[in-house]
């Protein structure tokens, strides 16, 4: 029912644009709140929408985090995990600032943040004097008070299967002040079943001509145990940062099956994999003459692997293993300031990165020679940067900057290399404010993707079927991307944004055949040039002026398509592993009366994402059906209970793979494999305690 509403909810929205009516209705004025509207947002410059604390107050959040979740237009973004500091950004800014961390999220620090400590929210869209928009093209600034009491907060989680034991999860939030110094810290810890991935099903196995060769059932269990800790040290214009977590995913999958003669055999892997990583940053900020303002960030990360893949079936042991670790130090320095509404800043980076990589393969108590199984990788990056903002009319922003880096990779091991990359990168972002509820949008920029250091060497997972051998001639990938915005707001805490991006993509990084000793690998690697298209749909719809108070439809979509020559058929198919569409609904009611909220969300386009190998395509459904159901009781703002239902029609994810003998080029099919598990659904319950 709520699907079929949807195009409904889209048409309404196209009206209000059409007719205006979203700028009467909206009412954002520059001078005050909008008060007596639900939406209690003001605009205190062009571009920018400011929500205090009273447009929260009926959805009683218990921390920052859950106050940036209910902006209408806005989903939040934590930035991609690459080395360097500039380009794993993300949209959320607190107290004008990007926090001095990689290791320690956005959504991190949010949770640290308590509703009472925040002074407003700001989305900025298209950028604002002083205001380091960080590339993006819309940001939420979440400004605290200047002054705050000392807070302690306990948070406890537990999960109830059908099939395994309970999954708990506490965490220990605390926040004070004293005098001048602010501190900040949290212990988390997750114990608990990997949803995604676990569950009962089915195993097929057929030949080329579709004749049956063996089923059964199917299991799949992965572990999830996450022990983390962070925290903050503010004092006047220094920060520091300190976090640090472990990980460990054992997992197994086990296969009962019967072939066609009746023989009962089985087949099983498991594999454990453990991730340490500890990191250490800071900065300083101090305003100095002439309106300029200059900071320096500092960061040290140290990351460490281990990982054991054993697969066993009927006349065949494989053993796998894989070991690294490295390092990454920044420094950064940036200086900022604003002349006659002209907002400039310049700086550079520098970044030291290295990793060490070794694997094994072990195939029925044989080893198996891999090209670059064992290597270490060095780099010394490098970037400057100058970035200009300016609004040369009051409606119309316009956000330009180049950044040009330079990067010197040496590999050293199995392999030796050493080479040199350099790439300017410029940027061109423009905002026009057609009314104060609509706003267009227009972004140019020349992107450079980061070489994977992992990709240099050899991996082998067994859980996955999967060998990869090392690219030491791998390239960047690149590109140039055109992206268009426009975003309509109505009924005050209504919004739709449509995104169409289109990417010319030179270097596409995909897999490629490598042939070593009349053995043909495959590896990351090189395809040429190939295209990118992406449409995105973000729609907040309040339903109050409808006359059903208090409900709230989220509705985000994306639709992908793309296009590359396949270096082994010659043929045009999409980018490896890109999921051709995504998207999720939210429906949210508060029932103030009670104190509550009810919110039923679905991943209601479930995904698909298929590999293309040298003699093999790997295609992992997930079905539709995704479904939550959810309850909070928040009595007062330092108490919460959420009760939810969690995969409520038992979600199905499917795997098949379709090997050919010899290179797919020829067509020729040797054996077709489905598997399937469906997931169970499962029971969360979330107490938030502040003291």
Not at 49 to 70: K, N, Q, V
Not at 396 to 411: C, F, K, M, P, Y
Not at 455 to 461: I, L, M
Not at 591 to 599: A, D, H, I, Q, Y
């Amino acid at each position: 029912m709520i699907c079929q509403n949807i195009p409904g909810a889209l048409a309404v929205a196209w009206v209000l644009s059409l007719a205006g009516a979203g700028e009467a209705l909206a009412q954002e004025s520059p001078a005050e709140p909008i008060g007596t509207d639900l939406a209690e947002a003001s605009a205190p410059a062009q571009g920018v929408i400011s929500y205090p604390p009273s447009f929260f107050a009926e959805f009683r959040p218990t921390t920052a985090s859950d106050m940036l979740g209910r902006i209408p237009g806005f989903n939040r973004s934590g930035g991609d995990d690459v080395r360097g500091f500039a380009g794993s950004a993300g949209n959320v800014l607190i107290d004008g600032e990007r926090p001095s961390s990689k290791t320690i999220s956005v959504d991190e620090a949010l949770r640290r943040i308590q509703p009472e400590q925040v002074e407003r929210i700001d989305l900025i869209r298209g950028g604002a004097p002083g205001v380091d928009m960080q590339g993006q093209t819309v940001v939420a600034n979440v400004i605290r008070k200047k002054g705050s009491e000392t807070t302690f907060s306990f948070e406890s989680m537990l999960k109830l299967y059908n099939d395994h034991n309970p999954g708990v999860a506490p965490r220990i939030d605390a926040a004070t002040r004293i005098g001048g110094l602010r501190l900040s810290g949290a212990l988390i810890a997750r114990l608990e079943k990997q949803q995604g991935d676990s569950g009962d099903g089915n195993f097929i196995r057929r030949n080329g001509r579709g004749e049956l060769i063996a089923r059964g059932p199917f299991y799949a269990n992965v572990e999830d145990r996450r022990y983390s800790f962070n925290g903050a040290a503010e004092y006047k214009s220094f920060r520091l940062n300190l976090g640090g977590e472990r990980t460990e995913t054992p997992r197994t999958e086990y296969a009962d099956l019967v072939n066609n003669l009746g023989v009962h055999s089985t087949e099983k892997v498991v594999n454990d994999l453990v991730n340490n990583k500890l990191e250490v940053g800071g900065d300083y900020q101090r305003k100095l003459g002439y309106g300029l303002t200059g900071r320096v960030i500092g960061l040290y990360t140290y990351k460490d692997s281990d990982l054991v893949s054993a697969q066993t079936r009927p006349g065949v042991s494989n053993l796998s293993t894989k070991k690294s670790n490295g390092s990454e130090a920044i420094i950064r320095s940036t200086l900022r300031g604003v002349f006659s509404g002209i907002t400039l800043e310049t700086g550079g980076e520098i970044a030291v990165n290295s990793l060490d990589v070794a694997n094994s393969i072990n195939q029925g108590g044989a080893p198996v020679l891999l090209p670059s199984a064992s290597v270490r990788i060095a780099e010394k990056r490098a970037e400057g940067f100058l970035n200009a903002s300016v609004k040369p009319l009051a409606r119309l922003s316009i956000d330009a900057g180049l950044r040009v880096e330079t990067s010197t990779i040496t590999q050293t091991g199995d392999v030796s290399k050493e080479r040199t990359l350099t790439f300017p990168k410029p940027r061109l972002i423009l905002a026009y404010e057609v009314s104060s509820s609509t706003q267009l949008r227009a972004r140019l920029e020349r992107t450079v993707g980061q070489l994977n250091f992992e990709d240099f060497a050899a991996n082998g997972d067994l859980s996955v079927g999967s060998l990869n051998v090392g690219n030491a001639n791998l390239a960047p990938e690149r590109a140039w991307v055109v992206e268009g915005a426009w975003e309509q707001r109505f009924w005050g805490k209504g919004a739709l944004v449509l995104t169409a991006t289109h990417s010319e993509v030179q270097s596409v990084v995909d897999l490629i055949p490598i042939f070593s000793r009349n053995t043909v690998f495959d590896a990351p690697g090189n395809l040429g040039d190939g295209k990118k298209d992406e449409l995105k749909i973000d729609l907040a719809v309040p339903f109050d002026r409808l006359g059903w108070k208090g409900l709230d439809l989220r509705v985000n979509y994306t639709w992908r398509r793309s296009r590359v020559t396949d270096p082994t058929t010659g043929v045009e198919r999409p980018f490896s592993t890109l999921n051709p569409w995504d998207g999720q609904f939210t429906l949210t009611q508060d029932l103030p009366r009670l104190k509550s909220t009810f919110v039923i969300t679905s991943m209601a386009l479930g995904a698909k994402a298929r590999q293309f190998r040298s003699n093999e395509t790997r295609t992992d459904y997930t079905t539709p059906n995704y479904i939550n159901i959810q309850y909070n009781w928040r009595p007062n703002p330092k108490f919460s209970l959420t009760v939810q239902y969690e995969n409520a029609f038992a979600r199905e994810r499917r795997r098949e793979r379709v090997i050919y003998s010899g290179p797919r080029s020829n067509g020729v099919v040797s054996t077709v494999e489905q598997r399937s598990a469906e997931m169970e659904p499962f029971i969360m319950m979330r107490l938030r305690k502040i003291f």
